[in-house]
Antibody, heavy 118, light 111 residues
Framework: EVQLGESGGGLVQPGGSLRLSCAAS????????MHWVRQVPGKGLVWVSR????????GYADSVRGRFTISRDNAKNTVFLQMNSLRAEDTAVYFC???????????WGQGTLVTVSS | DIVMTQSPLSLPVTPGEPASISCRSS???????????LAWYLQKPGQSPQLLIY???KRASGVPDRFSGSGSGTDFTLKIGRVEAEDVGVYYC????????FGQGTRLEIK
């Protein structure tokens, strides 16, 4: 069974940093691209970032480029999202998701809440 | 960015009746390989999104056959053959041709 479990969310002050992790199991992690998608509670979905199976190719939404960094450790079946210079508008639930092979997320984790507030 | 526009935004449906959601993209999602890079998701209350349809019309594994996707280019439709109570939630279309973008969501509720 495919499982994705996010962690690392919490309350952080504007300008601060957080590192999200997503632990994967139930599939051959090293062969799949991975995504991060966020959702302000009660609002819609916004794609954040993706990374290729070997970590060599990454992509970012304009709103986070230069502040967020996606990475992965295939030996530990984990994908990360390093978030720096956080802003109030980054407050959201962050989901990690596996790519189905056509830049389309298929399986999603349950999400971790990031709150940026003073 | 490609803008995705869904309609309606709210959809009250009687159980057993069909339902249809429209999604339009600001540019064609059809690639030279013949596939439309359009997906549909359902986010049930309190849950993470689940993939229903990918590449415009392909049903994801385990998705009931009452769900179907159609369309090409810029106009797409998700149809539910006969709505069941468990289909309640917010439906999103998403384009995967470029940097992914989602529609605003359509909230399906039971009358």
């Amino acid at each position: 069974e495919v499982q994705l479990g996010e962690s690392g969310g919490g309350l952080v002050q504007p300008g601060g940093s957080l590192r999200l992790s997503c632990a994967a199991s139930g599939f051959t992690f090293s062969t799949y691209w991975m995504h991060w998608v966020r959702q302000v509670p009660g609002k819609g979905l916004v794609w954040v970032s993706r990374i290729s199976s070997d970590g060599s190719t990454t992509g970012y939404a304009d709103s986070v480029r230069g502040r967020f960094t996606i990475s992965r450790d295939n030996a530990k079946n984990t994908v990360f999202l390093q978030m720096n210079s956080l802003r109030a508008e980054d407050t959201a639930v962050y989901f990690c998701a596996r790519d189905a092979g056509d830049y389309t997320p298929d399986f999603w984790g349950q999400g971790t809440l990031v709150t940026v507030s003073s | 960015d490609i803008v995705m526009t869904q309609s309606p935004l709210s959809l009250p449906v009687t159980p057993g009746e069909p339902a249809s959601i429209s999604c339009r993209s600001s540019q064609s999602l059809l690639r030279s390989n013949g596939y439309n890079y359009l997906a549909w998701y359902l986010q049930k209350p309190g849950q993470s999104p689940q993939l229903l349809i990918y590449l415009g019309s392909k049903r994801a594994s385990g998705v009931p056959d009452r769900f179907s996707g159609s369309g090409s280019g810029t106009d797409f439709t998700l149809k539910i053959g006969r709505v069941e109570a468990e289909d309640v939630g917010v439906y999103y279309c998403m384009q995967a041709l470029q940097t992914a973008t989602f529609g605003q969501g359509t909230r399906l509720e039971i009358k």
